[in-house]
């Protein structure tokens, strides 16, 4: 198998390291097939950047969109290739990680706030009532707006184990403190009062859009893909006081300030403009692997993807991770073994 000419050329672009450790791999016969699992969060692009990439390369990598927590916990247990996952793995998961971790930032996205009110077509959530609405303090449309309907508030959230949830949570704990104190930020808290569960992203989206009076949140692509009659998107305050969509441009325009950690990991919690509540999305690889042809295969599937790949994000609505930070993760991906 080898890379396109144009895949080679845009290789080149980023640096003589990676494409001399990817020139080594060219002679070699590498892995036919990789799997992996984790975040329905990213699973829009996923999909699209595998497909292209077995169109590339002729490597048909397998994805199974079961959420950040089973992603991890199928990591550790070595029975996929790869994980994903929207919230970085803890200290203890971590420490359960035998061959070692990188994590490979691929993409940052928005988290939508929908929500199920037939007639209200612009609803726009203070950052005062947001956190007020998740923690189950305020539990009537009229308390959020007097002029909204006089009808229960219906809470619908992740089923499972979820790096979207973690982003969501992670946001409201950094903008409200009793917020913070009552479910605080976690991949699958303890809500502490009655709400409504739906498995992944596109499972809150359903629910949400059967639901009358409901409201919930999932990655944006989802919340564009299921969006009509009975299902909209709220405008959410930021921290410059301005009600902002979820669209791609106030995405980028939050994550303009975001610096990564020296293992790319970012605080993204509160940004200072744009869409208020964003994330970034990872791969997790192993930094030892016991099969050479699989370690070879995945150095060149992560070189794809943050390269040619990333001319892919924002057709999806995803923000692009900065060039300056590709290129660190890069030197990375070629230590693998």
């Not at 359960?96 to 929908?114: F, I, R, S």
Request: hydrophobic share 40%; charged share 15%.
């Amino acid at each position: 198998m080898i890379f396109s000419t144009a895949t080679l050329t845009r290789v080149c672009a980023v640096s003589f390291a990676t494409a001399a450790a990817l020139a080594g791999t060219m002679g070699e016969t590498l892995a036919q097939t990789l799997n992996g699992a984790g975040a329905s969060f990213p699973a829009p692009l996923y999909q699209r950047y595998f497909a292209d990439y077995k169109n590339a390369t002729g490597v048909t990598v397998n994805y199974n969109s079961v959420g950040s927590g089973a992603g991890v916990r199928q990591f550790i247990a070595g029975t996929v290739d790869f994980g994903a996952s929207d919230a970085a793995p803890s200290s203890s998961e971590k420490s359960q990680m035998k061959n070692g971790l990188l994590l490979v930032p691929t993409a940052g996205g928005a988290v939508a706030v929908v929500y199920n009110l037939p007639g209200v077509n612009n609803l726009q959530i203070s950052r005062a009532n947001l956190g007020k609405i998740f923690s189950g303090e305020i539990t009537n449309w009229r308390q959020v707006d007097p002029k909204l309907p006089n009808q229960p508030i219906k809470v619908v959230v992740r089923a499972d184990g979820s790096g979207t949830t973690e982003i969501f949570t992670s946001h409201l704990s950094a903008i409200s403190p009793s917020f913070k104190s009552k479910v605080g930020t976690s991949k699958e808290p303890n809500w502490g009062f009655t709400v409504l569960k739906g498995p992944k992203n596109d499972g809150v989206a359903a629910l949400v859009k059967q639901t009358e009076g409901s409201i919930g949140y999932v990655q944006d692509t989802f919340a564009r893909k299921n969006e009509g009659a009975t299902m909209r998107t709220a405008r959410i305050q930021n921290k410059a006081g301005q009600f902002v969509e979820p669209s791609l441009a106030q995405a980028n325009k939050a994550m303009e300030g975001i610096k990564f950690n020296a293992d790319f990991t970012a605080n993204m919690d509160d940004p200072s403009s744009g869409y208020p509540i964003v994330g970034i999305t990872w791969l997790l690889v192993p930094r030892d692997y016991a099969d050479n042809k699989k370690a070879a295969e995945i150095k060149r599937l992560l070189t794809w993807i943050l390269t040619t790949g990333q001319g892919i994000n924002n057709q999806l609505e995803f923000t692009r991770i900065p060039q300056s930070v590709t290129q660190k993760v890069l030197a990375e991906v070629n230590k693998i073994k």
